[in-house]
Each structure stands twice: as structure tokens, then as C-alpha cells.
């Protein structure tokens, strides 16, 4: 058996979308199942995101702990973002959160692996980059607002972020 993801497209018959926010909407698609009847599925579309493992010389990796509105609760968790600005490129738009949200950047940068966050409910991809070589970005830091005024950030040991994930401890997949 080959345990690889494959592509497939089942046939749609009717699609509305009866929600649309200033980031995302909320799809239903009409979709025909294999034994030829008609199921209904709500899903959330979404623009795509992209997270960044910074990790320093010393095996440290950058973490922002934030508040996540939706699950009630402060998060810790690697730099991440929406691809909210059109055609930006998937990397472009890593280096620019890494530099946002922690005024940092990065010398070499490789594709980590693409996931999608929750497949039965919402069609966002996550496209996560290594980065290293870190050091201070120049310049004045940008302004965050929002939850992201309250944002701690830390470089924690990377053997204690694996052990905080196996414990159960976090709970943020990027």
C-alpha cells in the first residue's frame, strides 16, 4: 500500500455561499457520494496561511503566546499568518510575518510541509517554513494592535517545546 494523499474531485451540483466575512466565507456545496446521492456540505473558505519555525544558533525556537478569541484561551505558537495580500508569495509573506509579529529575519529559509488545518470543515492550507540564521530586523518595529498588542514572545529550547506538545501541554497545531 502506498500511503501518499491523492487528489480527487467529486462532482458538485449546486454551491451558495451564505456567509462571506472580511477574510473568509462559508460554502455549500451540493456533492455527489460514490453510491449516487446528493449529500450536503457546509465548509469554510479560506484565503491560506503560512507559519515559520524560526530556530536560533543555540536550537531555540521563536514562540508568541497569544490570545486566540474563538477558543477562549492565551496560545503559545509559532509566527503564522493569512495570505491576505493578493498574489503574495507563499515565502514573501513568511518573512514578513517572522518580521511583524516578532521584528526579526532570517538568512536561510526552506518549505517545512504543507498541512491543512481541519479538512472536514475548512479548506485552509498552512504552507510552514524553517527558518535560520536569525537575527534583529532593522528599523522601527511595526505596530500591532488588536490581540496582537498583547503578544509575549520567547525563544524556548527546542527538546521543551517537544515535550510541551507530547504532554498535551499546547495545543496550537502551528
Known amino acids: 500500500m502506498e500511503l501518499q494523499d491523492t487528489p480527487e474531485e467529486w462532482r458538485v451540483v449546486a454551491t451558495t455561499t451564505p456567509f462571506q466575512g472580511n477574510k473568509t466565507s462559508v460554502r455549500t456545496d451540493d456533492v455527489v457520494m ?8 457546509d465548509y469554510q ?10 530556530l536560533d544558533d543555540r536550537d531555540r525556537v521563536l514562540l508568541l503566546k ?8 492565551k496560545l ?7 495570505l491576505d495580500v493578493p ?14 509579529e516578532a521584528h526579526v529575519k532570517a538568512e536561510e529559509w526552506r518549505v517545512l510541509t504543507d ?3 481541519t479538512p472536514g470543515g475548512c479548506d485552509e492550507a498552512v504552507r510552514i517554513f524553517l527558518a ?10 511595526y505596530a500591532v494592535s488588536e490581540e496582537e498588542a498583547d503578544m509575549e514572545l520567547a525563544r524556548v529550547p527546542l ?16
Do not use: F, K, M
Open 34 to 41: 460514490p453510491d449516487g446521492t446528493v449529500a450536503r456540505r
Open 45 to 54: 473558505v479560506h484565503p491560506g496561511s503560512v507559519a515559520v519555525l524560526a
Open 66 to 73: 497569544q490570545y486566540r478569541h474563538p477558543v477562549r484561551q
Open 76 to 82: 503559545w505558537e509559532i509566527p503564522a499568518g493569512l
Open 87 to 100: 498574489g503574495e508569495n507563499p515565502l514573501h509573506a513568511a518573512q514578513r510575518e517572522l518580521y511583524e
Open 115 to 117: 498541512v491543512y488545518t
Open 132 to 141: 535560520r540564521g536569525l537575527s534583529e530586523a532593522e528599523g522601527e518595529r
Open 159 to 174: 527538546d521543551e517545546l517537544v515535550r510541551g506538545v507530547l504532554a498535551g501541554e499546547l495545543h496550537n497545531n502551528c
